[in-house]
């Protein structure tokens, strides 16, 4: 039985480990990416998120980047940061500016996706005219609108699949960051440590179809003449998955099947105000399947160990929590997660995947 049809992850997503110098050069990620989501693990740095279509693919020198811990627009003085994509990683400056990719000592992470490798390309589907950068094997877009103010908008996404995760922010004005979890009722904020919302106001209370999402009348996803950032994933097997657990408040927790040994993974709880949690497996202390660090996405912190409250291991076919913290493994607590692959379980040819 073929559990993928994306053998080699490595080619839409990764996770990369660096440490800053201070001086023009080239991070190798392996691939060419249009998202780089980089956070300074041993400093406060913020997460700072730059993409493609918000920055015209790095052609002015002007690497605009957004902050996943506030609800500020787009910061655009950034020209000693990102300065250009390559076929297999990105350039940075001296980042003299303001240290936050490349300071001097600082040991950083930079989860990176693909899309199309473009600044995007209109697309018209919606009531709303959009710009779309798009992988439609991947099931990923980043797509640029203009908010109208109307409840019940559409604009078009272009991944030829509904999304289950949507990640959308106002480049141009102080809204929170607004998260789509599957439940078109519902929302939950990026920038901030609250328990799930019911508002028809956000997503209209419609899902999303194969070509376009719905917003409501709410200025964090539809503020009449604001511009927005939107990042779209449908689920593919065997290379991405999201969706909820329930804690049992022991160490041996609970278990969450992915089809695929996952490379990132944040996790919320919905039910109580807690942080976002992100963890990738290449920062771990203690070897094996255990993962006990983190970073919070909703915070400028230095990177955690979990020291057993907030661990998981990370498995060949999916995580499970190792700590009772109630982050992450509360007794009853409810959980949103969002994974991307290291390498599926069973490739497209139905062989069982060794760990790359």
């Not at 996706?113 to 600044?119: L, R, T, V, Y």
């Not at 779309?132 to 996404?157: C, D, E, L, P, Q």
């Not at 695929?260 to 920062?283: A, C, E, H, Q």
């Amino acid at each position: 039985m073929a559990y993928t049809s994306i053998d080699n992850s490595g080619e839409f997503f990764e996770s990369t480990l660096y440490t800053g110098n201070s001086t023009a050069r080239t991070i190798t990620t392996g691939m060419q990416a249009d998202l780089f989501w980089i956070k300074g693990r041993n400093t406060t740095r913020p997460n700072c998120l730059f993409d493609t279509v918000l920055t015209n693919s790095f052609a002015s020198g002007n690497s605009k980047y957004l902050v996943s811990s506030t609800d500020a627009g787009v910061t655009s003085n950034a020209t000693d940061q990102i300065t250009a994509v390559t076929s297999t990683g990105f350039t940075m400056g001296t980042d003299a500016s303001s240290d936050q990719i490349n300071g001097n000592g600082q040991t950083t992470v930079a989860w990176t996706w693909k899309a199309g490798n473009s600044s995007g390309s209109s697309n018209t589907a919606g009531s709303i005219n959009s710009t779309v950068n798009v992988n439609t094997t991947s099931g990923f877009s980043i797509v640029r609108y203009t908010g109208n103010g109307s409840a019940g908008a559409t604009i078009g996404h272009g991944i030829g699949a509904a999304p289950k995760l949507m990640i959308v922010k106002s480049d141009s004005d102080n809204y929170n960051w607004t998260i789509y979890y599957g439940d078109p009722t519902d929302y939950l904020v990026l920038n901030g440590t609250d328990t799930t919302t019911d508002s028809a106001e956000v997503w209209n209370d419609t899902a999303p179809s194969s070509t376009l999402f719905t917003v409501g009348n709410r200025n964090s996803t539809n503020q009449n003449s604001s511009t927005f950032i939107a990042y779209c994933f449908a689920e593919k097997q065997g290379f991405s998955k999201f969706g909820t657990y329930g804690g049992n408040g022991n160490n041996d927790g609970t278990f969450t099947y992915l089809g695929f040994k996952p490379n990132f993974l944040i996790v919320k709880r919905t039910d109580s105000g807690n942080s976002w949690y992100m963890y990738t497996g290449k920062t771990s202390t203690s070897g094996g399947n255990l993962t006990d660090k983190y970073i919070e996405a909703n915070a400028s912190a230095v990177e955690a160990t979990t020291t057993g409250e907030y661990g998981f291991n990370f498995l060949s076919n999916g995580f499970k929590a190792t700590g009772t913290g109630g982050g992450t493994n509360a007794s009853g607590g409810t959980y949103v997660y969002i994974a991307f692959a290291e390498n599926p379980f069973v490739t497209s040819t139905g062989i069982p995947t060794p760990a790359r």
